[in-house]
Every structure is written in structure tokens, then in C-alpha cells.
């Protein structure tokens, strides 16, 4: 059977460079890089070349950049750090529908804890509006969380602009980078950007390693005590394989991203435009051309369910991922898609594709024909497609 | 997460598409939770003759639907009335937690065909 997968947007295969990097952290430079002797120290040499590779893919400077177990809580530290170093200042928070849950939870624990919470909407193609942010900001405004690009449908939001408004009002900005980071251009001094957070997984890195930006000069409270490792934002010992992973997937990518940003973008172009074309009742989640994540292509299959799309796809060894109820565990679909405005039915028809290195046009080609074929089976089984057989035949 | 049964009734479904002149149809679920059944009776004397289903949802979903069809066929309607959703569940070698409650009505769609056909049992007299 054939295995094509078209899930990168949830995880990554780790690049067989970083795999082998990682090894020799493993079982040869093994020390802990907090000891005096000579083991400790070649371990502590290897994470500080790490932290230099992920500064530089993001423009700041290695002293910024801490290191944790992920894009989860680097989410957690950047927002439950800066409400409880600013909480003197104002309760008062704002972010978007369209986080991802790390932050909405996180907001949410807050609200329940004596602040205040704010969320802007989105547009229809998922994207926030400078103009709401800065209507929302009140005197006692101490965070602003909004994602670089929608891990849902690939929207890009306008980071640089909320920056300039967020560093001109003094109001700390949080920014979650996990699905651009190595897709699209960040410099974090650019785009005003106080804390950023970014994970290696998404990007041909191991699971469970991640990192916050923290400009320097930003205050933040840690979540995690006990030593003094990351200058005391975060203690523990170091995961010294998963940073320096992180670090090697990061100056990989650094170096192949505009011909990945290329290549993907041709290849998620042929695959939407030839599921338009292919399918009838098909709409796209979320803007198009350059607004949009080079990988990603989301769009809504009326008349059928997301989940039984990826059972059917899955049978073909394609790999894919849904924002419909079934497959969320919960008995709403997507936040994102709701908050675009799509209607139920409409969000629980929905699939996502989102590419990665190792696709081929002759896998996209692949999918082109077999797509089509489930959709006409499950739409045979659907009692919401009668309504259009029998229009049909009425005609 | 499922099992082979399941799988197997997901991508081989029974008795799927409509009855011309059904004696009940019945219909649970709505578009906005995610799940919707329809199931189609014929019915003579007191047996279910034929039946058929249209379902929009899950693979739970479809899956429930097809067995339930297939438990029901050639049954007499008083048996039909005792199937239960969790008896579906356990035909199908079990669900997935989550699944049991959300997509598990095809039981109630055959129910509420019974019942359609009761209806118009009695407006005929």
C-alpha cells in the first residue's frame, strides 16, 4: 500500500541529519551541561551552538532565546509569565479566536483567575484586523497574543503592524510562530515582537522541544522552578539531543526555505485548484496566494463528514486531518472554521492537506484521482446529497 | 481506534440507499452535531421485509448504521423494537468511548421508523 503523507502541519519525519546529531548527544556527549568537568561542558558547548542556530532563524539574539519542551508551554510561559510580571500593572489580555487551544486555554485559565480577557474575531478568511486589536486595547492592556499563521487553514496575520501598535502603547506582544517558523520570513525585531513561540517538531526536528523568545528587557514570571538553568526562566535539566536537534533542523531549514516555500507552493496550488476542479459543492477555507502558508490547503466537501473523508483516505495509506467534531473529540468542530463563519455542517465536511518536503507532484496526482471516488461513495451513503440528486433529476 | 468489524461495515456497508415505497422512515441526528440517520422499512404482516440507510457522519456513524440493517432484516418489528444502541455497539465488537454516545443512534433512527410506520398504521383506520 501506498504511504503519502500529508500531515505536516501536525508533526514532521525528523531529517536524518538531525537524527544523527542527535545520537552523539545521546550516547557520546552525554554530560549534563550544568557539571564543571569536561563532559558537562562539550554538552553545554553543543546547546549554546543550538541556541545560536534558532536566534538567527528568527533574527534576535541567543541571549532571547529559552529553551522548553515545546510550543505548548512555551505558549504557557509567554502568557502565564507576563500576567503574573505585569498583574500590578492591569489584568487585561487580549488574543484572537483563532489561536490555537495552548493559548485560548491558557487566556481562558486566566479569565477564571482575575483577569480579563478579550477576543478579536476573524474575517472570513481567518484573519484579524489591526483596527479591532487596537479598538480592544484599554489603559490597563498588559498582553497581546496573536499567531503568525493559522495552523488550521494557513492564514498569515498581519504580525508587523500589531507589533508597531502593541511596542508604540508599551503593551507586551506575544506571538505563537509554530507554523511559520521555516515557512515564511520572521525577524522578531522587525515585526516588534516581545516573546515568540516556536517548536522544532513542525519543522523536521525531534518531539518535545520547543522555545520562547524573550526580548531582552521583557519581564516574565517562570512556570517551572527548581535550578538555574536558562538564566532562571526555565529550570531542569537540559533535553541536550531534542535542542541540538532543534538547532540543526533550524539552520537546516534556514537555508532551504525559499525553494521549499517554492516548490510547496506550486503543490498546494495543483492540489487545490484540482480539487475545485474535480469535485462539485467544494469551497476553500481560508485566503489564497500569498496570505496563505505555502503547505497548506484546507477546503469543505459538502454533503459529507471530515472523519469518514480520513478513514477513506487512510484506507489508501493517504494521510490527512480534519476540523470536523469526530475528529476534535469534542462535540463542536473547529473553533477556527466557526469563527470564520462557516456554518456546522459545513465545518465538519472539512479536510486539510499540508504539505512537507518529501511530497511529489505524482502523489498530489495520486490524490486527484482517488479524491474525487470517495467523495461520489460517501455522497451515495449521505441523506444530505438526495436533496441534490432529486433537483437534478427534477431537471 | 476501531475495531475490524467496524472498519469493515465503514468501507463495506449493507443495505445502503433508499426504499420507493417505504411503510416508516425514520431520521435522528441533525446536520449540526455532526450525524445524521435515515433508515428505510418495508414492512409485511409483522416482518421488516427490507430496509434500507442513508447516513451522514463518522465512521462510527456509518458503521452503526450498516449493522443495524443488517440486524434488523427479516426480523418481526417487536424484535426490531428491542434493539438497543448498545447492542448495536457490542455487534460491532465495541466502540470508542467517545463514540459511544455521539454517533451510536442508529438504533433510535430504526426506532423511529417503527414508529413512522405505526403513525401511518393508524391514520389509515
Known amino acids: 500500500m501506498r504511504h503519502i503523507y500529508l500531515d505536516h502541519s501536525a508533526t514532521t519525519p525528523v531529517d536524518q541529519e538531525v537524527a544523527a546529531i542527535m545520537m552523539t548527544y545521546y550516547t557520546e556527549k552525554y554530560g549534563n551541561p550544568s557539571s564543571v568537568h569536561g563532559f558537562g561542558r562539550e554538552a553545554k558547548q553543543g546547546l549554546e551552538e543550538a541556541r545560536r542556530q534558532v536566534a538567527a532563524l528568527i533574527g534576535a539574539t541567543p541571549q532571547e532565546v529559552i529553551f522548553t519542551s515545546g510550543g505548548t508551554e512555551s505558549d504557557n510561559l509567554a502568557i502565564l509569565g507576563t500576567a503574573q510580571a505585569m498583574r500590578k500593572k492591569g489584568k487585561h489580555l487580549i488574543t484572537s479566536a483563532i489561536e490555537h487551544h495552548a493559548v485560548l486555554e491558557t487566556c481562558e485559565y486566566l479569565e477564571k483567575n482575575g483577569f480579563e480577557l478579550t477576543v478579536i474575531p476573524v474575517d472570513s478568511e481567518g484573519i484579524v484586523s489591526v483596527e479591532d486589536v487596537r479598538k480592544a486595547i484599554r489603559p490597563d492592556t498588559i498582553l497581546i497574543s496573536v499567531m503568525h499563521a493559522n495552523n488550521e487553514v494557513g492564514a498569515i496575520q498581519p504580525i508587523a503592524e500589531i507589533g508597531q501598535l502593541a511596542r508604540e502603547l508599551g503593551i507586551t506582544f506575544h506571538v505563537d510562530a509554530v507554523q511559520s517558523l521555516g515557512k515564511i520570513p520572521i525577524n522578531v525585531k522587525e515585526m516588534n515582537i516581545d516573546l515568540l513561540t516556536v517548536s522544532a517538531h513542525k519543522i523536521y526536528g525531534p518531539k518535545g522541544v520547543g522555545a520562547l523568545y524573550i526580548r531582552k528587557g521583557v519581564r516574565i514570571v517562570p512556570l517551572v522552578h527548581g535550578g538555574s538553568q536558562e538564566r532562571k526562566r526555565r529550570s531542569g535539566t537540559e533535553n541536550t539531543p531534542g535542542i541540538i536537534g532543534f538547532g540543526k533542523a533550524c539552520e537546516l531549514i534556514g537555508k532551504r526555505m525559499i525553494e521549499d516555500e517554492e516548490l510547496q507552493t506550486k503543490l498546494r496550488d495543483k492540489l487545490m485548484n484540482g480539487i475545485l476542479e474535480r469535485i462539485e459543492y467544494v469551497k476553500v477555507n481560508g485566503p489564497l496566494g500569498e496570505k496563505r502558508l505555502p503547505n497548506n490547503v484546507n477546503v469543505s466537501i459538502r454533503f459529507v463528514e471530515g472523519e469518514s473523508l480520513l478513514l477513506s483516505l487512510d484506507m489508501l495509506g493517504i494521510a490527512a486531518s480534519s476540523g470536523s467534531a469526530c475528529t476534535s473529540g469534542s462535540l463542536d468542530p473547529s473553533h477556527v472554521l466557526l469563527a470564520m463563519g462557516l456554518v456546522h455542517e459545513i465545518a465538519h465536511g472539512s479536510l486539510r492537506f499540508s504539505l512537507g518536503r518529501q511530497n511529489t507532484a505524482e502523489e498530489i496526482n495520486y490524490v486527484l484521482e482517488q479524491l474525487p471516488k470517495i467523495v461520489d461513495r460517501l455522497r451515495m451513503m449521505s441523506p444530505l446529497y438526495d436533496q441534490v440528486i432529486n433537483v437534478k433529476l427534477a431537471q | 481506534?476501531?475495531?475490524?468489524?467496524?472498519?469493515?461495515?465503514?468501507?463495506?456497508?449493507?443495505?445502503?440507499?433508499?426504499?420507493?415505497?417505504?411503510?416508516?422512515?425514520?431520521?435522528?441526528?441533525?446536520?449540526?452535531?455532526?450525524?445524521?440517520?435515515?433508515?428505510?422499512?418495508?414492512?409485511?404482516?409483522?416482518?421488516?421485509?427490507?430496509?434500507?440507510?442513508?447516513?451522514?457522519?463518522?465512521?462510527?456513524?456509518?458503521?452503526?448504521?450498516?449493522?443495524?440493517?443488517?440486524?434488523?432484516?427479516?426480523?418481526?418489528?417487536?424484535?426490531?423494537?428491542?434493539?438497543?444502541?448498545?447492542?448495536?455497539?457490542?455487534?460491532?465488537?465495541?466502540?470508542?468511548?467517545?463514540?459511544?454516545?455521539?454517533?451510536?443512534?442508529?438504533?433510535?433512527?430504526?426506532?423511529?421508523?417503527?414508529?413512522?410506520?405505526?403513525d401511518k398504521q393508524t391514520k389509515k383506520e
Open chain 2, 1 to 118: 481506534m476501531y475495531t475490524e468489524k467496524v472498519m469493515d461495515h465503514f468501507a463495506n456497508p449493507r443495505n445502503v440507499g433508499e426504499l420507493e415505497n417505504p411503510d416508516g422512515v425514520g431520521e435522528v441526528g441533525n446536520a449540526k452535531c455532526g450525524d445524521i440517520m435515515r433508515i428505510y422499512l418495508d414492512i409485511k404482516g409483522d416482518v421488516i421485509q427490507d430496509v434500507k440507510f442513508k447516513t451522514f457522519g463518522c465512521g462510527a456513524a456509518v458503521a452503526t448504521s450498516s449493522m443495524v440493517t443488517e440486524m434488523v432484516k427479516g426480523k418481526t418489528i417487536d424484535e426490531a423494537m428491542v434493539i438497543s444502541n448498545a447492542a448495536v455497539a457490542e455487534a460491532l465488537g465495541g466502540l470508542p468511548e467517545t463514540k459511544m454516545h455521539c454517533s451510536n443512534l442508529a438504533a433510535d433512527a430504526l426506532h423511529a421508523a417503527i414508529e413512522n410506520y405505526h
